[in-house]
């Protein structure tokens, strides 16, 4: 399976696989995994919902619905017959954020059938047959995983236990993932730059309304000692 790795707003990066990256509709869903498996054989898997290359926040109608699409995709893929979704090219999403995933499980098996395996093209003279090859090719899902990624174990579908993640070490990034960290870095800046902004705006907006109010009642009072007179 390929890689990806995942970003969090500290900038840390794990290392995750790739599963599978389709269109429904408007929108791309990309669903990927760090090899967590509970002891009862099912895969904690990732998803994010892609729209004109941003990624989108899944709100809980959004996720209900989007439960329902994953379960419509996993019935056509076992039996074949693919018509309501379009497969994606994965090659491009080599980093993405942590931020805005929602999480799911399915069993091993059902995983193993989902996976979505790039096709690869090849310039031969002939074309042989090489079924020993091709079974080599697709290696089960826990020995993809097994030497990159430590399995944990969860309770339930509801309730994970928090994996420690695994940051990679040394990795020579290109240009444009510096630019993409050194982006997201400076955003994250600006964004706490606002929140203290934001929140000296409140105090000087309730200072002002407590000065209004003060105005106000000494401008009762005045109104009332000219009645008076």
């Known amino acids: 399976m390929e890689k990806v790795y995942v970003m969090d707003n500290r900038g ?19 669903i990927y995994t760090l ?14 919902k892609i729209r004109n290359g941003e990624e989108q926040f899944i709100s809980e109608d959004d996720w ?4 329902e699409i994953i379960q419509k995709v996993v019935k056509e893929i076992k039996s074949g017959r693919v018509t309501s979704f379009r497969d994606l090219n994965m090659s491009s999403l080599n980093e993405i954020m942590e931020t805005d995933t929602r999480i799911f499980k399915l069993k091993k098996s059902v995983v193993e059938e ?8 090849e310039i031969r003279e002939e074309i042989i047959e090489d079924p020993i090859r091709e079974e080599k090719n697709k290696d089960s899902f826990i020995e993809s995983i097994g030497n990159s990624i430590k399995n944990n174990y969860a309770d339930d579908f509801s309730s994970f236990r928090k994996e420690e993640p695994r ?6 990034s290109n240009p444009v993932s510096n630019e993409y960290r050194d982006k997201s870095v400076m955003l994250q800046k600006e964004l706490e730059e606002y929140k203290v902004i ?3 705006l409140k105090e000087e907006n309730n200072i002002l309304r407590k000065k209004l109010v003060e105005y106000r009642e000494k401008l009762e009072s005045i109104k009332a000692m000219s009645s008076d007179i």
Do not use: M, Q, W
């Open 12 to 30: 840390h990066e794990t290392e995750a696989f790739k599963i599978r990256y389709f269109n429904y509709e408007d929108a791309n869903y990309f």
């Open 114 to 121: 989902i996976i979505y395996e790039e096709p690869r093209v």
């Open 35 to 48: 090899g967590e498996i509970d002891k009862d054989e099912y895969v904690k898997l990732y998803l994010k």
């Open 167 to 172: 940051v990679k070490s040394t990795r020579i």
């Open 198 to 200: 934001t929140f000296k």
């Open 64 to 67: 209900a619905h989007i439960k």
